[in-house]
């Protein structure tokens, strides 16, 4: 039998090998096949190395640990490889915490703290040895392994403020107008004319049946204020009007892609939003 496998992600460095040695004083069969700086990285040595367990900073520069660990689920392979259980590693407070104890997922608290780290190891030991004996008695044991995660993680993805997301104020009316600067001029494009926004850097495009705009704020600062009952995220970098959407259509591979009144462009629906398409 291989000893268990564990990617840690972590921009501070001094933190990252701080966890790294608690981790092999606690569980010295735990190998540590990777260390990540930044989300990204996390989510390319993920899919390359396939590791058992992934430690995600929940706050990191560019990709949060709860972006990381969605980018992670779309795109993990339809095979027998169980997608890696899930730790958040974060300073949160107790309003946070709460979410991840309803949500199920494990977390730990900057600084790490031996006995609690003690715990979650005890845990993830339990879940990996359930694991194998579904190994044995499924033939394909990745299909519990990944509903479970993707439920965790849509559940996370709505909470306000996790991963870096502004909190969100109740009181505030959704978005109904777009102040769009072109030049000297600040058009004003009603948000119901917009078929969709898509992520470009640090910018999001605008498209509207008539043209495309480009604004300069990230997507996760503008989701909180559009209407959640009328714009629907399809992808991670991609937000749709729900009345735009003429059809959804899933290949042979089950993947999905929306097709669209007023444009000619495809959109695709990542596998974190392809429960929002179910036929009557």
């Known amino acids: 039998m291989n000893p268990p496998t ?19 004083k606690l569980w010295p069969e735990l190998s540590i096949c990777a260390m990540a700086p930044h989300g990204q990285a996390a989510v390319d040595a993920a899919l390359r190395l396939r590791p058992d367990i992934c430690f995600l900073d929940i706050r990191m520069p560019g ?23 899930l730790v958040f590693v974060t300073a949160y407070d107790q309003y946070a915490l709460q979410a991840f104890d309803l949500a199920a997922v494990d977390y730990v608290l ?26 044995n008695s499924s033939e394909n044991a990745n299909a519990p392994s990944m509903q479970a995660a ?41 948000v119901d004319e917009v078929i969709y926004f898509e992520a470009a850097d640090k910018y999001v495009r ?12 990230s997507l996760r600062e503008l989701l909180p204020q559009l209407d959640g ?3 629907w995220q399809v992808h ?6 729900s009345d735009a959407i ?18 000619p462009d495809k959109l695709a629906v990542s596998r974190m939003y392809a429960h929002l398409f179910k036929g009557l």
Not at 66 to 79: F, G, N, Q, V
């Open 6 to 24: 564990a990617l840690i992600a972590e921009d501070e460095t001094l933190l990252a090998e701080n966890l790294r040695q608690e981790l092999a």
């Open 150 to 190: 993707m439920d965790q993680l849509r559940q996370l993805l709505q909470t306000p403020g996790l991963g870096g997301s502004p909190p969100l104020t109740p009181a505030q009316p959704p978005l109904r107008l777009l102040q769009v600067a072109v030049g000297n001029t600040v058009l004003m494009v009603p």
């Open 63 to 85: 990709m949060s640990g709860l972006e990381a660990a969605a980018a992670l689920a779309d795109a993990w392979p339809d095979d027998e490889q169980p997608f890696p259980l």
């Open 206 to 217: 605008v498209l509207t049946a008539q043209k495309e705009h480009l604004i300069r704020i």
């Open 246 to 263: 003429a059809r959804a259509v899933r290949d042979e591979a089950g993947k999905l892609t929306l097709h669209l009144h007023g444009s």
């Open 229 to 231: 009952q009328r714009f």
């Open 236 to 241: 991670r970098s991609v937000v749709v009007r």
């Open 110 to 135: 900057k600084p790490v703290l031996p006995e609690r780290l003690a715990q979650t190891c005890g845990r993830l030991q339990q879940a990996l040895a359930q694991r194998r004996l579904q190994d």
